[in-house]
């Protein structure tokens, strides 16, 4: 599977972006994904994840209310969208997908996206 995550850009404080995960070589249908962040001489940290079929997901509590994760098997494509942005969500944002019926929400997964820069001013 090829993960191609896009979407990411500059906005200001308050603002919304939406990301994309898209995956081509193999359906995505039947993998956990999971969206992973890093900020400048940060570890990469969890963000948000959701199972195979959509039914469960999950959020770092600092993005709770506020980002969304949502996933069109139809496209083969896992969404974030993003609202109400603070100038700490500013990282490189990672889609990252795992064949398994958990929400993934380590590191462990089977394949990594390039990654998409969020900038958010204040």
């Known amino acids: 599977v090829q993960l191609q995550a896009s979407g990411g850009g500059l906005v200001q404080a308050g603002g919304s972006l939406r990301l994309s995960c898209a995956a081509s070589g193999r359906t995505l249908s039947t993998y956990a994904v999971g969206w992973f962040r890093q900020a400048p001489g940060k570890e990469r940290e969890f963000v948000a994840a959701?199972?195979?079929?959509?039914?469960?997901?999950f959020y770092e509590d600092s993005v709770k209310g506020r980002f969304t994760i949502a996933r069109d098997n139809a496209k083969n494509t896992v969404y974030l969208q993003m609202n109400s942005l603070k100038p700490e969500d500013t990282a490189v944002y990672y889609c990252?997908?795992?064949?398994?019926?958990?929400?993934?929400?380590?590191?462990?997964?089977?394949?990594w996206g390039q990654g998409t820069l969020v900038t958010v001013s204040s």
């Open positions: 990252a997908c795992k064949r398994t019926t958990q929400v993934l929400i380590t590191g462990v997964a089977d394949y």
């Open positions: 959701i199972s195979w079929n959509g039914v469960s997901t």
